[in-house]
């Protein structure tokens, strides 16, 4: 096993995010005596996978190669046939891959080997694993999340004054972090399944919440909850929709008023999803169920301190990827207000994996434990 063709399946991997949900970024490299014979990368959903596309590139050279791969080999019939059938059909000589794979239609015990990692041996081929599992594992996060979790993988992202403020105390906000924190934060956006944001959001700033980024390949599912519809229909996130799509979800019972509002928006486009309440608000559980189902797996939170307060409080938050800009503001308009725990023994702990500074702010990205 050479180490750097591992690496250049993970870097293979990368070119998958973004176009293949609800499919993981798999890499595949495909060697022969110490030469690259081909590579390839998960592509659009019902599509190749990262294996059978390299197969494919290698042709009749890949028999008596090596192939490394990110995640393991696939045994089951999907919207493609099995992974591990094209693998032995090629007259692969090795396989080494990264992760195991949790998904139950792969492995129903991933503590054993399975159907495909016994198939692939029987049919002669030597097959290992175990290699850059932490990145490799972090790389997938969306697609584990998904199949361990069983909803998408929540990035909630925050601009803060370096005091913790998301706005000055007459309200205004632009610009706390800097032109590359938020250039960033387009390249995010155009990675990502959905923006979800609540109506306070959009009657507050009107946002457009789509990638800006030059040459941008797709846009994300754009998601608004809002429990009466109070949306407005010349809105910009209603006036782009032939940008990007909308969805919103709102309350099981609409007034008369609503009633007539939602047929107009379902005529311009718009997505309503009815969503059952928890409270007076509406259920965040059976709206990320709801996204699940429909297989999105990453969505970016870019929400006002309340819903954010409540995703957090409710442990629906993976990630925390937070902008301070180098600034101080004051006031009382500090990030989370609504998350009240009581007691410092209370606190939500969280895993800081990375800080670094960009164009003089300080992006955290953190982990909830």
């Known amino acids: 096993m050479n180490p750097k063709y591992m690496q250049m399946a993970f870097e293979e991997a990368e070119?998958?995010?973004?176009f293949c949900s609800p499919n993981p970024f798999v890499g595949a490299v495909v060697v022969k005596d110490d030469v690259v014979i081909a590579q390839a990368h998960t592509q659009s959903y019902g599509s190749y996978h990262a294996?059978?596309?390299?197969?494919?590139?290698?042709?009749?050279?890949?028999?008596?190669?090596?192939l490394y791969v990110t995640l393991e080999p696939c045994s089951h019939q999907g919207k493609t046939p099995?992974?591990?059938?094209?693998?032995i059909k090629a007259g692969i000589k090795r396989v080494f891959f990264g992760i195991r794979d949790p998904n139950p239609q792969v492995n129903e015990d991933i503590s054993k080997e399975g159907v495909g990692i016994v198939a692939m041996r029987e049919a002669g081929i030597e097959v290992s694993w175990g290699y850059m599992e932490e990145e490799i594992a972090r790389q997938n996060e969306y697609f584990l999340c998904r199949i361990q979790k069983g909803r998408p993988f929540v990035i909630l992202k925050m601009a803060?004054?370096?005091?913790?403020?998301?706005?000055a105390p007459d309200g205004s906000s632009k610009w706390i972090s800097s032109a590359a924190s938020r250039m960033q934060v387009h390249v995010l956006r155009h990675q990502v399944d959905c923006m979800l944001v609540g109506i306070s959001t959009v009657l507050a700033?009107?946002?457009?919440?789509?990638?800006?980024?030059?040459?941008?390949?797709?846009?994300?599912l754009r998601v608004v909850l809002d429990k009466d519809l109070q949306l407005p229909i010349d809105c910009a996130l209603v006036k782009s929709m032939d940008q990007a799509p909308l969805m919103v979800f709102h309350a099981p019972v609409l007034g008369r008023k609503q009633f007539m509002k939602a047929a107009i928006l379902r005529n311009m486009g718009v997505e309503l999803v009815p969503i059952g309440l928890e409270g007076t608000h509406l259920s965040l559980p059976k709206v990320l169920d709801f996204l699940h189902n429909r297989g999105f797996y990453s969505v970016l939170l870019e929400s006002g301190g309340a819903l954010a307060s409540e995703f957090v409080r409710l442990r629906l938050v993976d990630k925390l990827l937070i902008y301070y800009g180098s600034k101080i503001i004051g006031g009382d308009r500090a990030a989370l207000s609504s998350l009240n725990l009581g007691n410092i023994a209370n606190a939500i702990k969280i895993d800081i994996r990375s800080c670094m500074v960009l164009d003089g702010d300080l992006v955290l990205e953190a982990y909830l434990k």
């Open 15 to 18: 070119k998958a995010r973004g």
């Open 51 to 66: 294996e059978a596309m390299a197969l494919k590139l290698a042709g009749e050279k890949a028999k008596g190669a090596d």
């Open 82 to 87: 099995p992974c591990t059938d094209a693998i």
């Open 160 to 167: 803060l004054s370096l005091d913790g403020k998301y706005a």
């Open 205 to 220: 700033d009107d946002p457009l919440l789509t990638s800006r980024i030059p040459l941008a390949r797709r846009q994300p």
